[in-house]
């Protein structure tokens, strides 16, 4: 069973995060930002050594996660000073949000394909709603950095998608909110830099962020629970 005090101090961190934000929204206090970004990953790393004995055999799975929420942190924290380092630093944690899914997935021809189709579905629905921006804007650069980087989410989004619809747990669904809000997290970024910088879609884009970022940083609680390990 998971420890009462456990899910205080994960309840505590993650009300930290999202009072964090809420600060930087109001102030734009780039110390509130880094300090929700922090609470986010002291919430992976507390959850990682409460369950590396527990989930040895899913160890992959958990250095993984791990890596995605430091890089989502670095990210966070490198895109208000250089936003090419910060999008890279993003793009890296997708990576390993895919990767870490993928190793916990059955692999067979099967699961291969619908990966494969799920990515694909979900890449061009991201490039329709990323045309919405006027097309003045759609500079070659940004329509380059853009497929890339949707890409990139696709993959990821698309692998929890694929786990889901093969393996329906909750854990296949929590990992899927978790992805699929930091997609739209960051389909709204995009167009709050291409539309004017409209504050509205930052609020909202911030605000699933964070919100998506203690989703995945829970996971290893939630993996341990489905597995009766913990």
């Given amino acids: ?44 790393v507390l959850n990682f050594f409460l369950t590396r004995k527990a989930l040895k055999e899913l160890r992959t799975f958990s250095v993984l996660l791990l890596c995605g ?5 670095t990210g966070d924290l490198a895109i208000n000073h250089n936003f090419v380092a910060g ?15 993928r190793s916990v997935c059955p692999r067979d021809k099967r699961s291969v394909k619908r990966d494969i189709i799920c990515a694909v579905i979900v890449f061009f629905a ?19 950095v853009c497929t890339f980087y ?6 990821m989004t698309g692998k929890a998608i694929s786990n889901f619809i093969g393996v329906k747990t909750p854990f296949f669904l929590y990992m899927l909110i978790g992805t699929g809000l930091f997609m739209v997290s960051d389909l709204l970024l995009a167009l709050y ?30 993996i341990a629970r489905e597995k009766h390990v913990l």
């Fill in 87 to 101: 999008a890279v630093a993003f793009a890296a944690g997708h990576i390993f949000f895919y990767a870490a899914q």
């Fill in 150 to 155: 949707a890409a990139i989410v696709s993959v």
């Fill in 69 to 73: 929420l430091f890089l989502a942190m």
């Fill in 1 to 44: 069973m998971i420890k009462k005090t456990t899910l205080a101090v994960n309840a505590v961190l993650s009300c930290t995060v999202l009072l964090l934000a809420v600060i930087y929204l109001a102030t734009g206090s780039l110390l509130s930002k880094a300090g929700a970004s922090i609470c986010f990953v002291m919430i992976g």
């Fill in 193 to 222: 830099g291409f539309m004017g910088n409209i504050p509205v879609i930052h609020q909202i884009s911030l605000s699933l962020y964070y919100i998506s970022e203690i989703i995945l940083a829970d996971s290893f609680l939630m």
């Fill in 126 to 144: 991201d490039m329709a709603v990323l045309m919405i921006a006027p097309i003045e804007l759609r500079t070659v650069t940004m329509i380059v």
